[in-house]
């Protein structure tokens, strides 16, 4: 069974670190990934809790660079420029002491048969940090360390390729019309004509978050290619496999929607704490089953989608084990 050290002092930080293979991970300068928000975003991981983990790895022995890459959708964070000014604006680098690296261009690693892009420096990288802001997600249910690297560690062609694989595929034979569709599109992408029995779908309008699929009763939606958790565990294998990686998971401000989101609000679990695991399927794991604990099914009851489909898909093609033994400290 995998070790998660869980803690709710970030000053536990070190102690939690010393029970993985810190040694290995001395005289290096590695990437430290996250997620440095959005725009207008209030939930993403703080600069001043940043700083902390950074001082924790330097008393290691350990130095790092702020790492992410661009994003597939329009905004600041599109280009390694405008990202750089966004993180700027929120405190990177200066509040934390370390240059922030972002990437645009990528290599090709093959996992099950589809080629995803991961981020140069995470590729010519042995050793990795990752810090995850865990909270929900409209497309994956949850956002954490699978998510950290499935979306937020390959180029912005691949996470376009991502989204493409799966959008709707409608089967007119077994529509039965209900709207169901239309109701849990979080981008207005689907309209529904019950008493004409007409479906109608926007494809430019449609971001290919798979909510509608996942939520038709029917069968009358399917993926043009592949479930979007599915390429996320994919594409976190490809990046991280091969490499030693410790993740902290962080489970405070657990907002509605994902860090990339101007309001992801409301806020909806209290904070809980944080995890740390060199599995990244054992930690997000851990991490829904003490969310679930607090706030039972949160995420799929908000989002419509469920987030343990990463987990089983993470299991499946060997990112890590979902099999894990809880450490408090």
Known sequence: MKKVVFFTDENKLKDALNIFNIESFKGKIIPFKLHMGELRNKFFVKPSFVRHVVDVLKSFNIDVFLFDTTVAYSGLRSTKRGYEKLARIHGFPQKVGCKVVIDDTGVPVKVEGKEYEVAEHLFNATHIFALSHVKGHIAAGMGGAIKNFGMGGVTRETKRRMHNWCKPMYIRDNCVFCGICTEVCPFDAIHVKKDKKLWGWDEKACFGCGVCVENCGSDALQYVDVDLQYSLACAAKACVQGKKVI???????????????????????????????????????????????????????????????????????????????????
């Open 247 to 329: 993740y902290l998971n962080e489970l405070k401000r657990i907002a509605k929607k994902c860090d990339c989101h101007p309001s992801a609000g409301p806020v909806i679990c209290p904070d809980i704490g944080y995890l740390v695991s060199d599995d990244p399927v054992a930690v997000d794991k851990a991490s829904l089953d003490l969310i679930n604990k607090v706030k039972p099914d949160v995420f799929e009851k908000e989002n419509k989608v469920d987030p343990y489909k990463q987990i089983k898909y993470g299991e499946e093609i060997g990112l890590g084990s979902s099999s894990y033994r809880l450490i408090e400290i």
